[in-house]
T-cell receptor, first 111, second 112 residues
Framework: GQQVMQIPQYQHVQEGEDFTTYCNSSTTLSNIQWYKQRPGGHPVFLIQLVKSGEVKKQKRLTFQFGEAKKNSSLHITATQTTDVGTYFCAGADNYGQNFVFGPGTRLSVLP | NAGVTQTPKFQVLKTGQSMTLQCAQDMNHEYMSWYRQDPGMGLRLIHYSVGAGITDQGEVPNGYNVSRSTTEDFPLRLLSAAPSQTSVYFC???????????FGSGTRLTVV
């Protein structure tokens, strides 16, 4: 079955440093979504990527979808303490109905 | 607009008991899903639905049943609770496959 992996599992950064998490799928994806979950909270949708090689930006966050549509990345520039949480990618199979989540990358930001 | 509402927020069950986790959304979303989240792991899909009357299994469906008689409601039934079902359960909904999911606040279930 489809498997989605993320690295690293944990990342500790000093406030102001950059952060990147990588997502890899065992199969070609139709689209990929990114979510953020604050400690004790629920996942919150950030963005969806659909096209091969697509790059989208949201303020300090940059999302990329690989050319082969099997990998993706989330990059945060100049982290802030408000960025603390776990970042999940979720990849959909070719029907786009069944999203499989990666295990997440937990980000800690030290002030 | 309440979004996705899950009840109860907390539940303790004894092994072998059955119960239903409720999920309701008021956004007229066609897609609804149930996930479980265990410590240090991502969200694993239990069951999902792409519309009223249509359900399908996800990664970890064993021990759970769902039904989708209306667009708004998507209850998850635990048939005979086991300690391995101790987890946080999230319900989520989406307008369709090109949109992100809105998650409920979760149900924390403990089976003793």
């Amino acid at each position: 079955g489809q498997q989605v992996m993320q690295i690293p599992q944990y990342q500790h950064v000093q406030e102001g440093e950059d952060f990147t998490t990588y997502c890899n799928s065992s199969t070609t994806l139709s689209n990929i979504q990114w979510y953020k979950q604050r400690p004790g909270g629920h996942p919150v949708f950030l963005i969806q990527l659909v096209k091969s090689g697509e790059v989208k930006k949201q303020k300090r966050l940059t999302f990329q979808f690989g050319e082969a549509k099997k990998n993706s990345s989330l990059h945060i520039t100049a982290t802030q303490t408000t960025d603390v949480g776990t970042y999940f990618c979720a990849g959909a199979d070719n029907y786009g109905q069944n999203f499989v989540f990666g295990p997440g990358t937990r980000l800690s930001v030290l002030p | 607009n309440a979004g996705v509402t899950q009840t109860p927020k907390f539940q303790v069950l004894k092994t072998g008991q059955s119960m239903t986790l409720q999920c309701a959304q008021d956004m007229n979303h066609e897609y609804m899903s149930w996930y479980r989240q265990d410590p240090g792991m991502g969200l694993r899909l239990i069951h999902y639905s792409v519309g009223a009357g249509i359900t399908d299994q996800g990664e970890v469906p064993n021990g759970y049943n769902v039904s989708r008689s209306t667009t708004e409601d998507f209850p998850l039934r635990l048939l005979s609770a086991a300690p391995s079902q101790t987890s946080v359960y999230f319900c989520a909904s989406s307008p369709g496959q090109t949109y992100g999911y809105t998650f409920g606040s979760g149900t924390r279930l403990t089976v003793v």
